[in-house]
């Protein structure tokens, strides 16, 4: 029986067209999965189905997700996610995307990564971003909020000045002046956060022949703590906060962050938007 699956180009692309109508036709997907985004039930008998494509270096592993969670896409994770996957899917077939490992135990603050947009650091060298995932209180209201800080000044592609242009990029890419942390950001076109199996993946920007193309990506996908994740997919959004380096630093709590959020808005060096969620 035919099933309600989207399969994206960048999937089809990657499986073959003869795979792509193979499930489209009801072959090689179940009925019933668990939501490799939120985990929860899904029939891909009666409800619209993404087709997820989880790629490593040598491995490829199909999973399903409800549609109103993530889009069809493929995700790139390294090969030992696969690899574990594939261990516990057993003698499970590998397009059940049930067994995928859940995020480990969250931790309140990611790694750095390198951006995706080509800014430039001193030296010429590809900028490191640091992100912090913490919930900011906007009103009553926590929100789940990402805070992006370079760890050297970023200038512009190919210049050699070393004048540090980060806000001003940013606010060209239309992210807003924040002046008062306790107001919420404007909502920022094109843009979004992406989440699969429970993980923080990139930060997405319009590309310039169309589509996404990452601004940040991880090295790796990144845990977030649970109530940041419940936060996020409640809201479907995530607020956006960045700043020139030094600016915000290494704050272990977040009643700490959100000072060093409050300092920055004072010096008009925060940018900030919103940006809405894709995947949980």
């Known amino acids: 029986m035919p099933r309600m699956l989207d ?7 990657e499986i ?3 795979e792509a109508d193979r499930l489209l036709a009801g072959g090689n ?11 929860t039930p899904g029939d891909s008998l009666r409800e619209q189905t ?14 399903f997700a409800h549609a109103r969670c ?3 896409q493929v995700v790139p994770v390294t090969e030992e996610q696969l690899r574990g996957a594939m261990r516990s899917i057993g003698g499970d077939r590998a397009g059940d995307g049930s067994r995928l490992p859940a995020a480990p135990s969250p931790a309140a603050r990611t790694a750095p ?43 512009r592609p190919g210049s050699t000045s070393g004048e540090d242009e980060f806000l001003q990029l940013l606010l060209e890419h239309g992210f807003g002046e924040v002046k008062d942390v306790d107001r919420t950001p404007e909502p920022l076109a094109g843009w979004s956060v992406l989440m699969a199996m429970g993980q923080l993946h ?51 709590r977040e009643d700490l962050l959100r000072q060093a959020l409050d300092r920055a808005a004072g010096q008009g060096v925060l940018a900030g938007a919103v940006l809405p969620l894709a995947g949980t």
């Open 50 to 63: 993404s087709t997820v494509l989880f790629m490593g270096e040598e491995t490829a592993v199909l999973a």
């Open 16 to 18: 073959g067209d003869d």
């Open 113 to 155: 990564a390198v951006p995706g947009d080509g800014g430039q650091a001193e030296g010429s060298q590809p900028a490191v971003l640091s992100i912090t995932c913490g919930l900011v209180l906007v009103g009553d209201t926590p929100h789940a909020a990402l805070v992006v800080e370079p760890t050297v000044p970023v200038g």
């Open 70 to 72: 993530i889009p069809s």
């Open 29 to 39: 997907a179940p009925d019933t999965y668990d939501c490799t985004s939120c985990r």
């Open 7 to 13: 399969v994206s180009d960048e999937v089809r692309a």
């Open 202 to 252: 990139a930060v997405l920007q319009p590309g310039p022949q169309g589509g996404t193309v990452a601004w940040w990506q991880a090295h790796q996908p990144l845990q977030v703590t649970d109530t940041w994740r419940a936060a996020a997919s409640r809201q479907s959004q995530v607020y956006m906060y960045a700043a020139p380096v030094g600016t915000i630093g290494s704050q272990p």
